[in-house]
């Protein structure tokens, strides 16, 4: 690899961390080490390319363009959560992994079992992660920073919104909107 391709390599993996929290290489081989999966399953359930998926972990390319992939691996990321607490099952995550496999993305308002809570409404968390993974469809992490700064001295409330869910941790994001319901 030459100089510009390092260069090029390096400089994909910076957007990631700043588009996903961190370079794509490094989430997908924990999803691969946490979920038990080889890269060929993984891509098949986030429902990718094999070669695109290699591309994407090498740093060959910096985005992930379709905005179902990128909830699916939201979606795998909190599966990893449940596995690694003992929440969910070797057997169950298999089975789930499947749903996320067919999930082609939507609305906070859809009536899947993933994305819904025993009472059928969606949970405070998936609600949160549609949000996060809206904003950063439409823009990168720090340009949605940017956004807000211009933002802060007019809108102060709306810029606090875009730096929560557009480049914060999901956790700040749901303590956020829980603390303005009702």
């Keep these: 690899m030459d100089a510009a391709q390092q260069e ?13 929290g961190e370079p794509l290489g490094a989430l997908f081989r924990k999803l691969i080490d946490d979920l038990g999966l080889n890269q060929a399953r993984l891509a098949g359930v986030l429902g ?10 090498s740093g060959q390319r910096a985005k992930i363009g379709n ?4 909830q699916r691996v939201q979606l795998l990321q909190e599966l990893a ?17 499947e749903e996320i496999k067919r999930s082609q993305g939507g609305s906070v308002l859809s009536n899947t079992t993933q994305t819904t809570s025993s009472s059928g409404a969606p949970t405070v968390k998936r609600v949160v992660r549609e949000i996060q993974s809206l ?18 001295p007019a ?15 999901t956790s700040d994001a749901v303590a956020h909107y829980q603390s303005h319901q009702n």
Aim: aromatic share 6%; no cysteine; glycine share 6%.
């Design 8 to 20: 090029a390599t390096a400089r994909a993996r910076e957007l990631q961390r700043n588009w996903y």
């Design 48 to 57: 990718l390319s094999a070669p695109m998926l290699s591309q994407l972990m």
């Design 67 to 70: 905005p179902a992939v990128v």
């Design 81 to 97: 959560g449940q596995v690694a607490d003992g929440s969910v099952s070797a057997a169950e995550a298999t089975e789930r992994m």
């Design 135 to 152: 904003l950063r469809s439409v823009a990168a992490a720090g340009d949605i920073i940017d956004a807000a700064d211009s933002l802060a």
């Design 155 to 169: 809108h102060p409330e709306l810029a606090e919104f875009l730096r929560v869910y557009g480049a914060g941790r």
